[in-house]
């Protein structure tokens, strides 16, 4: 069990962090970070997308019915996973979606399993970095289990960020908005003809 599992104040994590000194819960806590040589613009674009996430989360198998085509904060959507050879139905809930830096999950699956899986990304001087956090809690772990998780989960995150990697690095670059100018122009000066009490003059050659 990780001694950094964050505190999470979502109504689905009602445990205590595994460093706190009061009642502890037994919490399974992974995070990896990767600088990735793909844009932020570009990793969020697959990120974001749920119909991608069979195509890159190893932990993913399907979801339940058709995906939206992004993530927005707020919105429900039923999957099926796959953790150390087990299946398991998590109904997600869209705790956050900022583009193109943060999406937060907030997952309850069978036998009153919890689960929250958080990923940052920041421009980084060639690419992007990203930082994955997945967090599983539930009354029927225990230690054993917790290692065996965050074991598995080390490396299927590893598998996953070099496959997102990959799709990103596929995606089209947007091209460049042209900047507009305002330019102002006076209208053209006409010459009138002088008048003189009503008839017009002419110049003499």
């Given at each position: 069990?990780?001694?950094?599992?964050?505190?999470?104040?979502?109504?689905?994590?009602?445990?205590?962090?595994?460093?706190?000194?009061?009642?502890?819960?037994t919490?399974?806590?992974?995070?990896?970070h990767?600088?990735?040589?793909?844009?932020?613009?570009?990793?969020?674009s697959?990120?974001a997308?749920p119909r991608t996430?069979?195509?890159?989360l190893?932990?993913?198998?399907?979801?339940?019915?058709?995906?939206?085509?992004?993530?927005v904060?707020?919105?429900?959507?039923?999957?099926?996973?796959?953790?150390?050879?087990?299946?398991?139905t998590?109904?997600?809930t869209?705790?956050?979606?900022?583009?193109?830096?943060t999406?937060v999950?907030?997952?309850?699956?069978?036998?009153?399993?919890?689960?929250?899986?958080?990923?940052?990304?920041?421009p980084?001087?060639?690419?992007?970095?990203?930082?994955v956090?997945?967090?599983?809690?539930?009354?029927?772990?225990?230690?054993?289990?917790?290692?065996?998780?965050?074991?598995?989960g080390?490396?299927?995150l590893?598998?996953?960020?070099?496959l997102?990697?990959?799709?990103?690095?596929?995606?089209?670059?947007?091209?460049?908005?042209?900047?507009?100018?305002?330019?102002?122009?006076?209208p053209?000066?006409?010459e009138?003809?002088?008048?003189?009490?009503?008839?017009h003059?002419?110049?003499?050659?």
């Amino acid at each position: 069990m990780s001694a950094h599992a964050p505190i999470c104040d979502h109504p689905l994590f009602n445990y205590q962090p595994a460093w706190a000194k009061s009642r502890a819960a037994t919490v399974a806590h992974v995070t990896r970070h990767a600088t990735l040589s793909a844009t932020p613009a570009a990793l969020w674009s697959v990120l974001a997308d749920p119909r991608t996430w069979s195509d890159w989360l190893t932990v993913h198998h399907r979801w339940t019915a058709e995906p939206r085509a992004q993530f927005v904060p707020g919105a429900r959507m039923t999957a099926e996973t796959l953790m150390l050879g087990v299946s398991n139905t998590v109904e997600w809930t869209v705790e956050s979606a900022i583009a193109p830096g943060t999406l937060v999950l907030i997952g309850a699956g069978e036998s009153g399993m919890r689960t929250r899986l958080t990923f940052w990304i920041s421009p980084a001087e060639e690419g992007a970095r990203l930082t994955v956090t997945s967090e599983v809690a539930g009354e029927l772990l225990n230690d054993g289990i917790v290692g065996a998780i965050e074991q598995d989960g080390a490396e299927q995150l590893d598998l996953s960020i070099a496959l997102l990697e990959d799709l990103a690095i596929a995606v089209p670059e947007q091209p460049a908005r042209p900047s507009l100018r305002l330019v102002h122009s006076a209208p053209a000066a006409t010459e009138e003809p002088r008048r003189t009490g009503g008839t017009h003059l002419k110049m003499a050659r």
